[in-house]
C-alpha cells in the first residue's frame, strides 16, 4: 500500500472510529486535525507522518471565551508500522484519550449530566443550569 494511500485509510479510520460528533479542521500546513464528542473529548492530529492523540481539554480566558489546550496522550509513526498494528495502537490511544476525559465530569446536581470541567459553574452545577437559572430569577 503506497503512502497517500494510507493516509486516506487512516482519515476515513478517524472519521468513522472518533466518537460523534467529529469535526475536522484542516490546518495551513496540510495536518488534519479531528476534534470527537459532544462535548469533546478526544483531539487528534494527522500530519504527513505522525499521528498524535490528545485528551481535549479547554481553559477559560475570559467569561465567554474557552482556549483549547489538548493534553497529548501519545504518538505514532504511522509510516513505520504495519496497518494492523498502527491500528490496534490508535484505537488504545483514542480509548485511553476518552477515559481520561470522561474521568474528569461532574455529574451536575440540577439536571444530572456528565459535566466537563469548562462547562461547570461551581464545583456541583453546569453553567446552563446556572444560566437557566438566572434567567429565571430576573
Known amino acids: 500500500m503506497d503512502t497517500a494511500e494510507r493516509y486516506e485509510q487512516l482519515i476515513a479510520y478517524l472519521s468513522s472510529r472518533l466518537s460523534e460528533p467529529v469535526e475536522q479542521h ?11 464528542g459532544d462535548p469533546p473529548e ?12 490528545s485528551e481535549f481539554s479547554a481553559v477559560r480566558e475570559a467569561p465567554h471565551t474557552m482556549a483549547v489546550k ?13 496497518e494492523n498494528e498502527l491500528f490496534n495502537a490508535l484505537a488504545a490511544l483514542v480509548k485511553g484519550a476518552r477515559e481520561a476525559r ?37
Do not use: M, N, Y
Open 102 to 138: 470522561t474521568a474528569q465530569f461532574r455529574t451536575c446536581e440540577e439536571c444530572g449530566r456528565g459535566t466537563p470541567p469548562e462547562r461547570l459553574f461551581s464545583e456541583s452545577i453546569c453553567q446552563d443550569c446556572a444560566d437557566q437559572h438566572h434567567r429565571l430569577v430576573h
Open 42 to 53: 478526544v483531539v487528534v492530529l494527522l500530519t504527513d507522518t505522525s499521528v498524535i492523540v
Open 70 to 82: 489538548p493534553r497529548r496522550v501519545g504518538i505514532l509513526k504511522w509510516r513505520r508500522l504495519p
Open 26 to 36: 484542516e490546518h495551513a500546513d496540510g495536518s488534519l486535525q479531528f476534534i470527537a
